[in-house]
DNA sequence: CCCGACTGAATGAATCCTCACTCAGTCAGC
DNA sequence: GCTGACTGAGTGAGGATTCATTCAGTCGGG
């Protein structure tokens, strides 16, 4: 009812009900579990039809994806731009951390599905492993470490892979412990605890 | 029924059958994810009937379960002993790295279902994170880094939880990332890797 | 303006398949 | 022959997906 402006309402800017249908998945998927969360409760979390559902994804696990693949998008896509602005690499990868962490800690619910339903199955892990997003993100942390072990800030002597592993299993870790945890916490300044000592770890003597 | 004489005999004195189950479980649940896992794909694996799965488990959960509990019981006990053996907290530390990654580089399908299959829901890792056996691990760093702390050889100021998990952060990412891999490299060496990075960024000046 | 034909998004009951679990029997050993 | 470990076909529930139907909205013609 009301006062539809018939441009918009021809193709209610197609999002409106695929954002709806993602968000209230995103929510289902963090309360019971993927496997646990039917196609059903979805629908009635979006408000909208079971049928509904699959004008919009071809299957549950497309949902799935979607969420991870339009969350990884956005936070790479900004995290690049936000990383052109620094020089220093100690100063990019302490962004890094925080954007990290940020992001994760301003969704809860997203969170939830990234740290543990994401990690669920061998099959997806492996897919979005090899997919190239989480590699991505890893290649970006290593560059960041080498470009400081050429500036000589780094020591030298380390293994750049097995450094961004570290880093990202330790933020990794933060981030996973912050949603089991019945205790609230802030999530974001563990970011640079974890930096503080990272870094105190990788630097080259002075 | 219960008389006294039946200690061991309720389930048969060596068992067989409940050892083959547990271990095909493994297999099955690290191949096909544990919810794409069907009871009747275990009890093939383990040459074993349908039904013979429940004279010895209530049910499919109670087979994860019975898969980490075993591991884990047994990986503590065994980290306890060797660790009582040993003073520096430095050393201490080291020891628990390596014992992490050998344990779960010794046997790929119980890696799996460790680092992959056990996370894929909240439920269980809040169950078996409240439940305390990860508790009990994180604790365990912790109070040895304390230690250390005490000792003036690690930083006082630092949080000896954070850094408690950051460590376990990194070597868990270690693992998971050794799993997902296709290359076929050592697990164990890079403990020592992680360690070197670890200690150095934790460590008091001198 | 109003009408009737038309469109296609949305619906949700019905379908249909997939398993976890059960239980009536079989069989081996004593 | 009895016991109890073992078997595996069968059952029933659950839940993803489908599709016949509805109906709000659009549009052209009068």
Not at 9 to 31: M, Y
Not at 56 to 74: G, P, Q, R, T, V
Not at 91 to 102: P, Y
């Amino acid at each position: 009812m009301g006062t539809a402006r018939s441009l918009s309402t021809v193709r209610p800017v197609v999002n409106d009900k695929r954002e709806a249908i993602l968000r209230a998945a995103t929510q289902v998927f963090a309360r019971n579990g993927y496997f646990n969360s039917k196609v059903a409760d979805i629908a009635r979390a979006a408000g909208v039809a079971d049928g509904t559902v699959y004008l919009y994804f071809k299957s549950k696990e497309e949902i799935l994806h979607s969420i991870f693949d339009a969350a990884m998008e956005e936070a790479i896509h900004a995290g690049r731009k936000e990383l052109e602005a620094i020089d220093d690499p100690r100063e990019k990868l302490r962004r890094i951390a925080r954007l990290h962490l940020e992001r994760l800690g301003a969704d809860r619910d997203l969170a939830v599905v990234f740290q543990v339903e994401l990690r669920g199955s061998t099959k997806f892990m492996e897919e979005f492993s090899a997919a190239g997003f989480f590699a991505e993100y890893l290649g970006m942390i290593r560059a960041t470490f080498e470009e400081g072990q050429r500036a000589g800030i780094f020591r030298r002597e380390l293994n750049a892979k097995l450094v961004a592993k570290m880093l990202f299993g330790a933020l990794d870790e933060m981030a996973t412990n912050w949603i089991l945890s019945r205790r609230r916490y802030k999530l974001v300044p563990m970011a640079d605890e974890v930096m503080d000592i990272f870094l105190n770890g990788v630097s080259a003597a002075i």
